[in-house]
Every structure is written in structure tokens, then in C-alpha cells.
């Protein structure tokens, strides 16, 4: 898909918005969003990245991050879902149950600004 079949920047600003809007819950908005980009923008991809006990010992962050499959650039990060872990006799570490969800992106321009920079002209 060309960087002409995207959405206009004023209407993808408004989605983007809406999804960030599109309820009280965090993991709801952050995934609205991730699918939303995903759906409109091939070239690129809101993904999940795992990072277990980086943070904090016992936990494992679902990171929320935009890259773009053209050049391999990321954002900072945007988000993240907390799930709790626990370490089995042998030592290894599972994941348990879902904890919570952290929003780090106030104001989509920064997805739309990263989407530009990383478009082939």
C-alpha cells in the first residue's frame, strides 16, 4: 500500500483520537488503537513487545511501540500492559495474570508525525 491510500492526517488524527477516547479502560483504548493503525497503515506496526522482569522483578510489561517495516525505526514507548509472573521449582519463570495497563501517549500527532518521517517520498 502507497502512502497515498492512507488516511488523510486530519481524519486519521480524529481515529486515533477516538480510540484513545473509546473507553475507561486503558487496555481497551491502547488496543483500540494498535488495531486501528494496523488496519490503515501496512507499512507499519503498533506491536506488542514482551520484557519480563526489566521494570520490576516478578512482572512482565507488554510494551506498546510503532515500527515501521520500511526503515526498522521505532517509537519511544507507548504504553504497556502489566501482567504478574512467578518462578516454577525449576526456576522458570511463568506468566500470570493481568494486572493493569499504563498509557504513556497523550496526543496521537506523535504517531502521525513518526508515520511521515518514515514514508517513502
Not at 481497551?28 to 501496512?42: E, F, G, I, K, T
Not at 515500527?67 to 504497556?80: I, K, P, V
Request: with cysteine; glycine share 2%; aromatic share 12%.
Amino acid at each position: 500500500m502507497t502512502h497515498d491510500t492512507h488516511p488523510e492526517p486530519p481524519a486519521a488524527y480524529e481515529a486515533m483520537s477516538a480510540c484513545l477516547a473509546s473507553s475507561s479502560d486503558v487496555y481497551v483504548q491502547l488496543n483500540a488503537l494498535r488495531d486501528w493503525v494496523n488496519a490503515h497503515y501496512p507499512d507499519f506496526e503498533l506491536y506488542l513487545e514482551d520484557v519480563w522482569n526489566e521494570r520490576t522483578e516478578g512482572e512482565t510489561h507488554f510494551e506498546y511501540i510503532l515500527r515501521s517495516r520500511q526503515t526498522l525505526n521505532e517509537t519511544e514507548l507507548l504504553g504497556y500492559d502489566i501482567y504478574k509472573n512467578h518462578r516454577d521449582a525449576k526456576g522458570v519463570w511463568h506468566l500470570d495474570e493481568y494486572v493493569s495497563s499504563v498509557r504513556l501517549i497523550q496526543d496521537p500527532q506523535i504517531l502521525l508525525d513518526f508515520i511521515a518521517a518514515n514514508t517513502p517520498r
